[in-house]
């Protein structure tokens, strides 16, 4: 079953308008979350976790567990933000990090 | 090596055939996973090792996957009597421990296409 869902295949901005990724999670418990970007012709890499509440690259995330949630949000989108985005996380007790199916997010100038 | 590396990054290879791809993860690093990416698909999880434990083999699609990992450091995942749906790029990441806590480190992966 599918653990974390991302509804949009692609969301498509201009340049300095915000930008919300979606993110929604089945784990139950107290799963811990993740985002990962890709870049073009990059590796793979996280862009932050739900545990360090921080703030990477202009991105935040807040886990709302009443939502079953984990957005991720930017209030100022730049051109350097377009990639592939995917939203991550387990379980209590899972040991393997399963994803979603990604949104490419394409900030135009 | 500074990072993880997976190889080979490109294969082409006939329907019906076998083939290796390989990983090696980080020095040190004692969790290791293959993950599947392809259109559509999003990131697919294959298989996770984790020290002497036991592999979650949980995300194998098929009975023609299968991963070993040797030493605890290198692993190879076979695709056995190769499909055409079997085209995708092939993740290989590691940990240093396993989750949860942990910054997972991606390979660039290896690109498959079966015709």
């Known amino acids: 079953a599918q653990r974390v869902t991302q509804p949009e295949k692609l969301l498509s901005v201009f340049k300095g308008a915000p930008v919300e990724l979606k993110c929604n999670y089945s784990y139950s418990g107290s799963p811990e979350l993740f985002w990962y970007v890709q870049y073009s012709r990059q590796r793979l890499q996280l862009l932050l976790r739900h545990i360090s509440r921080e703030s990477i690259k202009g991105f935040t995330a807040d886990l709302n567990k009443g939502e079953t949630s984990f957005h991720l949000k930017k209030p100022f989108a730049q051109e350097e933000d377009s990639a592939m985005y995917y939203c991550?996380?387990?379980?209590?007790?899972?040991?393997?990090?399963?994803f979603g199916s990604g949104t490419r997010l394409q900030v135009q100038p | 090596g500074a990072g993880v590396s997976q190889s080979p990054s490109n294969k082409v290879t006939e329907k019906g055939k076998d083939v290796e791809l390989r990983c090696d993860p980080i020095s040190g690093h004692t969790a290791l996973y293959w993950y599947r990416q392809s259109l559509g698909q999003g990131l697919e999880f294959l298989i996770y090792f984790q020290g002497n434990s036991a592999p979650d083999k949980s995300g194998l699609p098929s009975d023609r996957f299968s991963a070993e990992r040797t030493g605890g450091s290198v692993s190879t995942l076979t695709i056995q009597r190769t499909q055409q749906e079997d085209s995708a790029v092939y993740l290989c990441?590691?940990?240093?421990?396993?989750?949860?806590?942990?910054?997972?480190?991606f390979g660039e992966g290896s690109w498959l296409t079966v015709v």
């Open positions: 990441a590691s940990s240093l421990y396993g989750p949860p806590g942990n910054t997972i480190y």
């Open positions: 991550g996380g387990m379980d209590t007790g899972r040991r393997a990090l399963t």
